[in-house]
């Protein structure tokens, strides 16, 4: 066995309904719903518009290096989100234009690295749901170590295997699984409600007097 690196086979993955229902809202209001504390505002999209839901497949690398990458795109299942903890190290991209292609023939919903990937243009027009912290020309090692399956963190984010992974236009978002449904369900709600403030505000109706009162409540002072 080589030296520091370990794969585990198998876990329980966030149930295919709940990835559907994530999948139709905005990551904001899952967020929102989740108290504002996690997630991660490093990680940028390099697709176009596609969105981003599925259980994580974790992996941890060598920054650098992608072997344990290109071993978890033949090991995920589809409908799993790759999700690689590269310590944010940018100098060298992880993945590219083939490695991603590879990635959507075999069924796998998006692939979330925090480090760099290249290929921006292609993958562009590819639209495959990729986020990454950076780009690079540099190409990867394939030495290892590394490991598959375990706990990881992406810019302080805890990311276990199986559990829900979201993204769109303005970030990642990872959801333990043993709360996605309560998550969710709160989501749904925040996003009508959105929803009914936007009519109110198209038509004009929109009650704006909270913001006196709160400024009135904090003492706030006008002035000539």
């Known amino acids: 066995m080589s030296e520091g690196i370990r ?26 719903c989740m108290a504002r504390l996690t997630g991660t505002g490093a990680l940028l999209r390099f697709h176009r518009d596609a969105t981003m839901a599925g259980p994580a497949f974790t992996v941890r690398v060598r920054p650098g290096d992608n072997l344990l990458v290109h071993k978890a795109l033949d090991m995920a299942q589809p409908g799993d989100v790759v999700v690689v903890d590269a310590g944010g190290d940018v ?3 992880l993945i590219g234009e083939l490695m991603v292609t590879h990635a959507r023939v075999r069924g796998i919903a998006g692939i979330v690295i925090d480090g760099a990937i290249r290929d921006r243009d292609e993958l562009l027009q590819i639209n495959f749901p990729v986020f990454a912290r950076a780009v690079s020309h540099r190409g990867p090692y394939k030495d290892g170590p590394g490991e598959i399956g375990f706990a990881i963190s992406l810019d302080g984010m805890v ?24 998550v969710l369900e709160r ?9 009914a403030q936007m009519r109110r505000t198209l038509d004009r109706e929109l009650d704006r007097s909270w913001i006196d009162k709160e400024l009135e409540a904090k003492g706030c002072v006008y002035l000539d």
């Open 7 to 32: 794969i585990k086979a198998r876990w329980d993955r966030v149930a295919p309904g709940l990835v559907d229902e994530a999948r139709a809202l905005p990551v904001a209001n899952i967020s929102d």
């Open 91 to 93: 100098t060298n991209a």
């Open 159 to 182: 990311v276990e295997p199986g559990d829900l992974i979201v993204g769109d236009g303005d970030g990642v978002l990872a959801v333990p699984r043993s709360g996605v449904a309560g």
């Open 187 to 195: 989501a749904r709600a925040k996003q009508q409600a959105e929803a």
